[in-house]
Nanobody
Framework: QVQLVESGGGLVQPGGSLKLSCAAS????????MGWYRQAPGKERELVAT???????NFADSVKGRFTISRDNAKNTVYLQMNSLKPEDTAVYYC????????????WGQGTQVTVSS
């Protein structure tokens, strides 16, 4: 069973930066697309960024130019570097692992709170 554990969330002022980490158990990390999603109170969970096993990145329009996703397969870890944070970035951020081969199994972390406020 794959387990995902997020860390790095916290309180930051607008314009500040945070770096989130997601550590995955197991040795099959390299065949998963990894992603970050977020959910604010009263809103739907939304995609923030993804990175495939081959390193292809995709970002939501709202975070392009501000956030960067990266992965270290040797460490089974995916990162989300968040710069120029805005209050609207406030949400619980969830790590996701999406298996690229059959069966298409998905795993979710428990989330980490990011609060952007002055």
């Amino acid at each position: 069973q794959v387990q995902l554990v997020e860390s790095g969330g916290g309180l930051v002022q607008p314009g500040g930066s945070l770096k989130l980490s997601c550590a995955a158990s197991g040795s099959i990390f390299s065949i998963y697309t990894m992603g970050w999603y977020r959910q604010a109170p009263g809103k739907e969970r939304e995609l923030v960024a993804t990175i495939t096993s081959g390193g292809e990145r995709n970002f939501a329009d709202s975070v392009k130019g501000r956030f960067t996703i990266s992965r270290d397969n040797a460490k089974n870890t995916v990162y989300l570097q968040m710069n120029s944070l805005k209050p609207e970035d406030t949400a619980v951020y969830y790590c996701n692992a999406d298996r690229e081969k059959f069966p298409r199994i998905k795993y979710w972390g428990q989330g980490t709170q990011v609060t952007v406020s002055s």
